[in-house]
């Protein structure tokens, strides 16, 4: 997927734990952006970035934060993982209109 | 901030037939609106996007029509395929750069 590496592609966890995903590039683009997916409500904007250390939140950022160290790694974190966090995470990358995704991770929260 | 429906849900239609998807957008400063198609297990991928100051674009089986007056834009397939079977995702764009307000989807289904 145009060099955009998702990691874990799966994982399970239980309520209560801290949960870091892990998105990375090799296309050296600027900005960064994490999305979640649930039936019904397409994909929505968690967090993005523009630039390293520069982020910004989207519509859905309760519970979740990120970091950008580095222009190539987006981590995504889940501080206190909630069954309500249960879904499949795109990271997606762009240098201007067009945010091309990765492969998604899917999270349950048991 | 922006809002975009989409319908129908899910769509089935005989190999051979079209397919058309309608989405309606709520920020009339939104001018960028491109489709993404969705396989099983992957991510969605760019199929066509269209920018406000065009009316209707096409590649091959697929074309883009886009109503800036109405604030709604569908997306058509002609010869559907099987092939073509997956959920498609209509997006508005406000911003400059990359933070898309998507629809929630139509899963189309090709039957032989």
């Known amino acids: 997927d145009a060099g955009i590496t998702q990691s874990p592609r799966h994982k399970v966890t239980e309520t209560g734990t801290p949960v870091t995903l892990r998105c990375h590039q090799t296309e050296n683009h600027r900005y960064m952006y994490w999305y979640r997916q649930d039936p019904g409500h397409g994909l929505r904007l968690i967090h993005y970035s523009y630039g390293v250390k520069d982020t910004d939140k989207g519509e859905v950022s309760d519970g979740y934060s990120v970091s950008r160290s580095k222009t190539e790694d987006f981590l995504l974190t889940l501080e206190s993982a909630t069954s309500s966090q249960t879904s499949v995470y795109f990271c997606?990358?762009?240098?201007?209109?067009?945010?091309?995704f990765g492969s998604g991770t899917r999270l349950t929260v048991v | 901030g922006e809002n975009v429906e989409q319908h129908p849900s899910t769509l089935s239609v005989q190999e051979g037939d079209s397919a058309v998807i309608k989405c309606t957008y709520s920020?009339?400063?939104?001018?960028?609106f491109p489709w993404y198609k969705q396989e099983l297990g992957k991510g969605p991928q760019l199929i066509i996007d269209?920018?406000?100051?065009?009316g209707e674009k096409k590649d091959q089986r697929i074309a883009v029509t886009l109503n800036k007056t109405a604030k709604h834009f569908s997306l058509h397939i002609t010869e559907t395929q099987p092939e073509d079977s997956a959920v498609y995702f209509c997006?508005?764009?406000?911003?400059?750069?990359?933070?898309?307000?998507f629809g929630a989807g139509t899963q189309v289904v090709v039957t032989p």
């Open positions: 269209i920018r406000s100051n065009v």
């Open positions: 997606a990358i762009s240098e201007s209109r067009d945010p091309v």
């Open positions: 920020d009339s400063a939104s001018n960028y």
């Open positions: 997006a508005a764009l406000t911003d400059s750069w990359g933070k898309l307000q």
